[in-house]
């Protein structure tokens, strides 16, 4: 009796797994390195970006350089898992970062940062060729308008060994 008991309680876990196996094997995969495209952001109001990022078994870690137009230059990182609250770290900030799949699109949601830290998400979404990547990006604490900011990213070639 026992036997039975274990194996139809195997069975019924790897049947309510399989959709979640499924959903994760399905998920877009938003590795690469991604530079922002000046001419279709014109929001970026003369900033260079760079976005970085790696994803493998449920993980994400993300890494963004800015240099304004102003020289400065802005670093923020993170890695998380999904489902996970996690520390994003921007220019020595800590703030809590979160991210979950939305069909094809990463969503990405600070919180908790220091006073006067916005609470930010991004959507971001592959074009069907896997060569630009949009980054719908929200203000949720002064848009009010519900209107995101759209920045679009160009995905970079790999580095060679020879080149590195």
């Known amino acids: 009796m026992q036997r039975v008991t274990r194996n139809t309680s195997l069975t019924v876990l790897a049947v309510l797994a399989a959709p979640l196996l499924l959903i994760a094997s399905d998920q877009t995969n938003f590795t690469g390195s991604w530079k922002l495209d000046p001419a279709r952001s014109p929001s970026a109001r003369g900033a260079t970006v760079t976005v970085n990022i790696k994803q493998q078994a449920g993980t994400i870690t993300y890494d963004r350089s800015m240099k304004r137009e102003d020289g400065k230059v802005e670093e923020a990182h ?52 896997g060569k630009t990547l949009n980054v719908e990006f929200t203000n949720l604490d002064l848009d009010k308008s519900g209107k995101p900011e759209t920045l679009v990213f160009v995905k970079q070639p790999p580095l060679t060994a020879a080149v590195q």
Do not use: Q
């Open 78 to 129: 993170f890695t998380c898992s999904i489902g996970k609250e996690c520390v994003y770290d921007e220019n020595g900030h800590k703030a809590k970062v979160s991210f979950w799949f939305d069909g094809p699109a990463l969503m990405i949601l600070k919180t908790k940062g220091p006073k006067d830290d916005a609470t930010t998400e991004r959507k971001l979404s592959l074009s069907p060729d």
